[in-house]
């Protein structure tokens, strides 16, 4: 009969957490998806999984280290119920057994059928069941999402640690930090594999900043674009566009694009905010005298309502 502590490689004294570090291990190197071409391999899995099973349900563990049950789970002695001739079949008790011979509970004929059928009969249940089985454990993974990407919510391709890739599609107000569950996607076990958790980081953009579900873009102009106005060509997250520079603009002008930010977790999109910044060539001559000469360079202060 199957030892389950030999099966996984384990001291009798091994704690809760060395037995499932110990079965994570060997189901993962014995999962069928990747020993398609080894049989052997799949029947090892499931010796595995059964003695894994056993020893981490608390009851089944002590039982069998008491010599109650063996490998399997079947009890030691099954018809003889302890020796001593007790247990004889007697009609009205439930099963056929007289309810004052075990208690007044009566025999617990659930764990006799979960010891001889594995908790099933002819592949039906014996309306006793057994514990569910535990699942794979859930793997982590991070996701570097670029600014663009994330404001447009261009699909990601995923690899997992299988080596397996799938189409990511990001939801509505991503940003660094959003978790995203992938079912199944996880470690091997018994009840089926795990969850793949997956948290995004949005990479900061080399102009581009966000502000919410808005994108704030600081856009140089020139001086005589300031002073005359006109129109100018200004990135967005999707494509340039056209921005009509109003006259005698002057820095810090904050122009708004709508629809042009992230798309917003209840709906539509945000806006981009262009803050107009007038850029003054340096060392231009013709530029030095003009300001040199103007009359108005002295007119007005644009620093009064600071009180300064």
């Known amino acids: 009969m199957a030892d389950p502590y030999k099966i996984l490689n384990v001291d009798r004294s091994a704690s809760e957490a060395d037995i499932k570090k110990a079965y994570r291990k060997l ?19 499931s010796q595995v999984t059964n003695a894994y099973d056993l020893l981490q349900d608390k009851d089944k563990r002590a039982r069998f280290d008491r010599g109650e049950i ?6 030691a002695a099954p018809f003889g119920f302890g020796g001593g001739g ?27 059928f979960e010891g001889l059928f594995g908790g099933q009969r002819g592949g039906f249940s014996s309306g006793f069941g057994r514990r569910p089985q535990p699942k794979g454990a859930n793997a982590a993974y991070r996701l570097l999402v670029p600014f663009v990407e994330a404001a447009t919510l261009e699909p990601q391709r995923v690899t997992l640690a299988d080596g397996k890739t799938l ?47 808005d994108v704030r873009l600081d856009l140089p102009i020139t001086l005589a674009e300031a002073v005359l106005g006109g129109s100018v060509k200004a990135p967005t997250v999707e494509k340039p566009v056209m921005l009509t520079i109003p006259k005698g603009t002057s820095s810090g002008k904050t122009l708004r694009l709508k629809g042009k930010g992230f798309h917003k977790k209840t709906g539509g999109r945000g806006d981009q905010l262009v803050t107009l910044m007038v850029d003054i ?15 108005g360079r002295d007119a007005g202060n644009p620093r009064g309502a600071m009180g300064v």
């Open 27 to 45: 189901a993962k190197e014995l999962h069928p998806d990747r020993n398609k071409d080894n049989p052997k391999a799949s029947e090892k899995f």
């Open 70 to 75: 063996d490998g399997d789970g079947n009890p």
């Open 86 to 112: 007790g247990g004889r079949p007697h009609p009205g008790g439930p099963g056929g057994f007289r309810s004052e011979e075990f208690g007044a509970g009566g025999p617990d004929v659930g764990d006799i």
């Open 167 to 213: 189409d990511l599609k990001l939801p509505a107000g991503v940003e660094s930090g959003t978790q995203m569950k992938l079912t199944g996607k996880g470690e091997p076990g018994p009840g089926g594999a795990g969850d793949a958790i997956l948290t995004i980081d949005v990479a900061p953009h080399k102009f581009f900043t966000r502000d919410g579900d």
């Open 281 to 295: 060539p340096a060392g231009d001559a013709a530029l030095t005298a003009f300001v040199e000469s103007w009359d």
